[in-house]
């Protein structure tokens, strides 16, 4: 009667938002506790994008080209977020962090897709 399905028992839900929301939280909350909610919480919003980038391209994740160009791509993103200033009006953080979320996603997305597609070449090459 309460037989469940064997293909049901395999996939399991992800949470994945969840669990970067979870993560993020706790630095969200630091820099609403010294007063920087804005900065905060456009950082929480490119951060987040940034992990679902890198979580859509994770089946790329033993190769080593993978992870430096992700430490690359984080090492250009602190520089460029102190060197931003952060309006301070009656304008939610959402309007301006939103936009640098979206752009940072496509970066980082295209970034990953070309370099796949560059190392991949390089290596079916090398293996012949």
């Not at 049901?8 to 938002?17: C, D, H, L, S």
């Not at 969840?18 to 920087?36: C, E, Q, S």
């Not at 990953?112 to 190392?119: D, G, I, N, P, T």
Request: no cysteine; net charge positive; proline share 5%.
């Amino acid at each position: 009667m309460f037989e469940r399905d064997p293909r049901e028992e395999t996939a399991f839900t992800q949470y994945t938002g969840l669990k970067i929301g979870a993560v993020l939280m706790p630095m969200l909350l630091l820099f609403i506790y010294f007063g920087k909610a804005d900065m905060g919480l456009t950082l929480f919003i490119v951060l987040g994008v940034s992990i679902v980038a890198i979580k859509i391209r994770w089946n790329l994740r033993k190769h080593i080209w993978f992870w430096a160009i992700i430490a690359a791509i984080f090492a250009l993103h602190v520089p460029l977020f102190f060197m931003i200033r952060w309006p301070h009006g009656n304008v939610p953080g959402l309007f301006y962090g939103l936009p640098f979320g979206v752009v940072d996603f496509l970066i980082i997305s295209e970034g990953l897709r070309l370099a796949e597609k560059f190392f991949s070449k390089h290596s079916s090459s090398s293996a012949e």
